[in-house]
């Protein structure tokens, strides 16, 4: 290698284009390869039933802890971690140290506006371009499902009926309290429905 040939090099990294050949650049390179399992440990945040969950029409599952050390069984496992919240993007440190400590940072932090949701993220490996990985996991994992406080009668009763079938899994609806905004949750029972609460 020339000396023009390293000082052009070097000025890739250090220069106008440092950002992108530096930070962006590499930082798409080693998430396209990656997928992450994103899991709130709160149930309980009124901003999560409207984004995730098409406001409350949808369901939340609830997993066993166990899932984490049954997901690090799988041969693509890569990491998982609680999620750091910041207001500064992390720092690509190539060369000063192991891959998976410039890999934590990046993986593991998101913006504080987030910090709500408590997640925990479980980060496997996989071939660039696919929407998502899927594999099977033991349905005794799954503890239970939150419906949402709109959620169809039709999804009411297949929830019932995998109660059915397995009395440990837990169906609960969210709803609120008349004197509070938190959020709450009952026991759905077979032949019962309550008036759900104006949330």
Known sequence: MTAAQRDHGWEALTGKQADWNSGLV??????EHLYVLCLAQRW???LMWSHYTS????F???YKREIVTALATLPDYEMHGDVVYGDAVPDLR??????QDIMLPVLLTKSSDWA?????????TGP?????LFHAIDPDLIAGVILGARVPEALV???LALRKARPDFTVEEVGSARDTYKLTTHRIEDNVRRMREVL
Request: hydrophobic share 40%; proline share 10%; charged share 20%.
């Open 55 to 58: 406001a409350h029409h949808g």
């Open 26 to 31: 590499p930082r798409m390179t080693m998430l």
């Open 94 to 99: 190539w060369f000063s140290g192991p891959p």
């Open 116 to 124: 709500y949701e408590a997640e925990h993220r479980v980060v496997v």
């Open 44 to 46: 309980d945040i009124h």
């Open 128 to 132: 660039p371009g696919k929407e998502a």
């Open 60 to 62: 939340a599952i609830c």
């Open 157 to 159: 009763g297949k929830a």
